[in-house]
């Protein structure tokens, strides 16, 4: 079963990449060195969130894990969505915010920038949703994918980044139970703070070394 519901989630977002990656127009100059970075304000968000639930958590919950990996009903999507209202929880918010902090950090090689910098980058959410911590848990944990569109100081699209958590270990997140979420749904966004700042420091490590992409 984990099996077969990993590669739904691989299939689903893999599709989702593929449809909104982008692939530059140009390219870096051979051994450019970016140095600064500025991130413009609007990050997208034009997908769905993917979710599972263990079974007969939620109100009108779907009838097993399999069933939710396949359709999430309508009423399931809602109450995500008020969870996320009610924990005051906006992704594109969050993933922009996490992302200049981790480039305004003292251990960070490339700065963010006061103003222009040597590139701009673009974010993107690809993927978002929670899903059961593991086969048999009733625990759930939140997943993440974001992308980058890397602009040079001329407009051109000239990179892109990319990474994505979609089965955190419990180093990385911590799950809980659905009704510890309604309780507190200040811990949904928790997680989802630890997995965005993850992703934002692999993509800035990415931007540090472009040519090896």
């Known amino acids: ?116 910098g040597d590139v701009s980058v673009q974010l993107e959410i690809i993927f978002y949703g929670i899903h059961p911590d593991g086969p048999f848990s009733s625990a759930v944990e939140p997943m993440l994918e974001v992308g980058g569109k890397v602009f040079d100081s001329n407009g051109r699209h000239v990179l892109n980044i990319h990474e994505s958590l979609k089965f955190p270990s419990d180093e990385e997140v911590t799950p809980y139970e659905m009704e510890e979420y309604a309780v507190n749904p200040k811990l949904l966004g928790e997680g989802f703070i630890k997995l965005s700042r993850i992703i934002a420091n692999s993509m800035i490590k990415q931007l540090a070394s472009p040519g090896g992409l």
Do not use: Y
């Open 1 to 116: 079963m984990h099996k077969v519901l990993t590669i739904i989630i691989t299939i689903i977002s893999l599709s989702g990449c593929m449809s909104q990656m982008v692939q530059p127009d140009s390219a870096l100059p051979a051994n450019f060195e970016i140095r600064t970075v500025s991130v413009q304000p609007e990050v997208i968000l034009e997908v769905q969130p993917f979710i599972q639930t263990p079974g007969q958590v939620w109100g009108n919950a779907i009838g097993g894990l399999l069933g939710a990996a396949i359709a999430a009903e309508s009423s399931t999507e809602l109450q995500f969505s008020a969870l996320l209202n009610k924990g005051d929880i906006d992704l594109k918010k969050l993933v922009r915010k996490t992302f200049r902090e981790q480039l305004a950090s003292p251990d960070t090689k490339i700065k963010l920038a006061k103003d222009k």
